[in-house]
């Protein structure tokens, strides 16, 4: 929490930086001098709110006397029409603050939106989980893979540093998974979990002897995966990848795969549709 809280301040910090430069807000500076006001930030959708202390954050770094009042907590679920903050403060303040504030908790909420129906899609499967990927903005990381947790979903690897993921290039470079995974052992022994792409059952079988932690399945087919998952018999875990759209996550999560991971939680989400109005 430490660490996603310094980058809350760096991103503010950031992007308050590139709105204003030297001259500021030339609108409200030139409008308003002393005012105070409240507006209130309303949900005009259904889904989980994340991104709160980013939004609060926002509000306070351009002005200590903004005060900003929640009624819901990060992973709590919104109604559209859900009156969730209220915002009070110097006029010219809030309005120089809102669309700073606006973009960072409509996007970290729409991350936790889209995740929480992934999560809901793949309840039928018991105990699969839905896990988040790389495929995130540079800066952002710590906070969009937050955001999934808000949703429900389980986040993979923070990076390249924390887990060995031996995918096809690393497979067909080093001359096989065996060989790959000789490799990483004797590097660094058992310091890291081992992950392993598959895309055949063939090697799902390699994986499986070379005594791996995680064999991922990509692209494979239903038929394939249930053909895997019996296989593995619960010696590694199993995680379900490639094209994993929300109509698919039910009958995927049915295979009995331990994780789907899903990309589009973080590459490609759509911003939640939140108002900042002075009535709601």
């Known amino acids: 929490m430490d660490a996603i809280l310094e980058k809350t301040m760096d991103l503010i910090r950031v992007a308050f930086g590139e709105d204003l430069q030297d001259a500021g807000d030339v609108t409200s500076d030139a409008i308003f001098e002393a005012e105070q006001d409240h ?3 309303v949900a005009k959708q259904d889904g989980v709110l994340c991104g709160t202390k980013l939004f609060a954050g926002s509000f306070h770094y351009i002005d200590v006397n903004c005060r900003v009042n929640f009624n819901f907590k990060d992973g709590d679920r919104l109604c559209s029409g859900d009156r969730v903050a209220e915002v009070t403060g110097p006029i010219r303040s809030l309005l120089t603050a809102e669309r700073v504030a606006l973009n960072f908790i409509a996007h970290l909420s729409g991350i936790a939106t889209l995740t929480r129906r992934y999560v809901d899609a793949a309840a039928s499967g018991g105990s699969t989980r839905i896990l988040d990927t790389r495929k995130t903005l540079a800066g952002l990381r710590l906070l969009q893979k937050y955001a999934v947790k808000c949703g429900g979903g389980t986040n993979h ?12 290039n690393h497979i067909d470079g080093a001359g096989g998974i065996g060989r790959a995974v000789e490799k990483v052992r004797k590097r660094w022994g058992n310091r890291f979990k081992i992950e392993v792409e598959t895309r055949n059952l063939v090697e799902v079988k390699e994986a499986l002897a070379n005594g791996v932690d995680v064999i991922m399945l990509d692209n494979m087919d239903l038929g394939e995966m249930r053909q895997a998952v019996a296989a593995i018999g619960g010696r590694a875990k199993t995680e379900a990848s490639g094209n994993m759209t929300i ?34």
């Open 39 to 41: 507006y209130f930030l």
């Open 157 to 168: 690897r923070m990076g390249l540093y924390d887990m060995v993921m031996i995918k096809d």
């Open 247 to 280: 109509e698919r996550i039910p009958e995927v999560a049915q295979t009995g795969v331990d994780y789907i991971s899903v990309g589009a939680l973080t590459h490609s989400v759509p911003a939640f549709d939140f108002s900042f109005r002075k009535n709601s």
